[in-house]
Each structure stands twice: as C-alpha cells, then as structure tokens.
C-alpha cells in the first residue's frame, strides 16, 4: 500500500480509514458542473463525470503522464476550480482516488455499475474529469455508452479504435516542441482543444474565432458552450477559457511560456 499513494494519503487513510476507504458514496457525478450541466440544459444529454485527484496528489504512479511535461500540474481545474477546490470536495476526490489506486478493478466495478444504473436516452460518460488514465478496458465492455475525454497522451488519440469512445487532444504551448505536437494533431485530423490565457476580462484579450495553424486558416470553435466534445466534426479546433484563475496571474503569464495560449504563442501555429 505505501507504495502506491504518497505518504500524506497514507496518513490521511490510516487518521480516518472509515471515510476514505467507504464505498457507501457514489463515484461518479451527473450533471454535477457549470459546465457538463450545460449539455443537458442545451442538448438534453445526461452527463457523468468522475473527479480524481490529478497527477500525483494521492497516487505514487501519476495519473496525468502529461501534467508537469505540458505544464499544467500546478493549474489543474482540480486544484483551482470553483467547487472541485473546496474542502469537501477535494477530500470526496481524495477518497476516490485512494480506491482506485488501491483496487482499480474494484472500482471499475463498480463504475460500471453506477453507469448502467443511471442509463438514460442522450448520455454519456467522461472518466478523466481531472485525470488523463487509459480507461479503454472499461470503455471496450460497455460499447452502448457513449464516452469521452479530453487527453495530452498524443498516441491514446491516434491509436484509439473504440467506436463508442471520442478523443480531444489537449494542447499545451509550454514550448515549441508542444506546439508542433499540437500542429501535427491538427494535421492528422484530430479533435484539438487549445487552452487560452484569458477570461475576456477588461484589459484581456478575446477568444479568437480563427487561427492559421499549418498555413491554413482554421476556424476555432467555442469548446465552453458545452462539454459534449463527441458531438463536434472531425478535425475541429476549438478554444477553452482559462478557469480558476485571478486576471493578475493571467497578465503575469502573458510574457512567459505556459500552458496556456496567447495571441504571440498562437501565431507559433502557423
């Protein structure tokens, strides 16, 4: 056990092991955000999510290969995100995560249970809520339940072959090997998700509706209206607001490499 969760974790299990290792809470939510909720008040989709601690807060072996490489450990929407930041919540993501690195069959059991039970018409399933796993064993054994992620795991993307699971591949422009990476996955055809350094704030700039990435001009698509990324084209691109975030830290990042996009990085698409 101690080496699989990190020493904190370990303490936090051995102070209260009845709330950390109890199976008596669901896993996963349903319309449970601002924004997954948006599916179903727009589109009339049902939306579960799962929320685990991201990278290596709880587990030893990290769970978002890509966080520190693309620079997005430290603002991870499960670190700083409205309700997923505060205590209750991050001690329910704690829990999870404690069982899931502890029994990850045991909880994909019991995952699948809980999307069978609350199968409805119009709904679907997204596992990496604050993670970046490979979940296609579970994905593969429910192929009437539609999933999908967001994922900076460039080859989860192209060798994915799951009919019932949809991909977007989640840009960093931390440096310009990160960059090119992103232009490849536009010119593979993939679904492509640029995060922006901005709220549209006074004194920020606006989220652009195209770019030219390759030497073509592509349009840039609203990922925020909704979360239902299986339901966009093929090959489309799209833009994400920065989320729990103060506009001084915004403006402190706009002169040095990040996570997030600007109007100087973006142009390093062309």
């Not at 936090?12 to 008040?41: D, E």
């Not at 072996?61 to 995100?81: I, V």
């Not at 992103?182 to 770019?211: D, S, Y």
Request: aromatic content about 8%; hydrophobic content about 35%; proline content about 4%.
């Amino acid at each position: 056990m101690s080496n699989l969760i990190t020493s904190e974790s370990l303490e936090l299990l051995r102070s209260n092991k009845t709330y950390y290792m109890s199976t008596k809470q669901p896993l996963m939510g349903f319309n449970s955000s601002v924004k997954i909720s948006k599916g179903l008040k727009r589109f009339d989709y049902t939306t579960g999510i799962l929320y685990l601690q991201p990278s290596n807060a709880v587990s030893v072996r990290t769970l978002c290969p890509w966080a520190k490489p693309a620079g997005c450990e430290d603002d991870c929407l499960g670190k700083k995100s409205g309700r997923l930041q505060m205590l209750l919540s991050q001690n329910a993501m704690t829990r999870r995560t404690i069982q899931y690195v502890l029994d990850p069959d045991g909880v994909k059991d019991r995952l699948r249970s809980e999307i069978l039970k609350n199968e409805t018409d119009n709904y679907c399933i997204r596992l990496n809520g604050t993670s970046d796993e490979d979940w296609s064993d579970l994905i593969s054994s429910l192929p009437n339940i539609q999933f999908y992620d967001y994922t900076k795991v460039f080859h989860r993307v192209e060798r994915n072959t799951l009919s019932n699971y949809h991909l977007t591949y989640s840009a960093s422009f931390l440096n310009q090997k990160l960059i090119n990476k992103t232009k490849e996955a536009v010119a593979k055809g993939f679904n492509v998700a640029l995060p922006l350094n901005t709220k549209e704030c006074k004194g920020e700039f606006k989220r652009p509706t195209e770019a030219v990435i390759n030497n073509e001009i592509k349009q840039l698509d609203d990922f925020d209206y909704t979360d239902l990324r299986f339901l966009d084209k093929d090959g489309s691109v799209g833009t994400l607001l920065r989320k729990g975030s103060k506009i001084t830290d915004r403006l402190a990042e706009m002169s040095k490499p990040s996570f997030f996009g600007n109007p100087s990085t973006l142009a390093l698409l062309a």
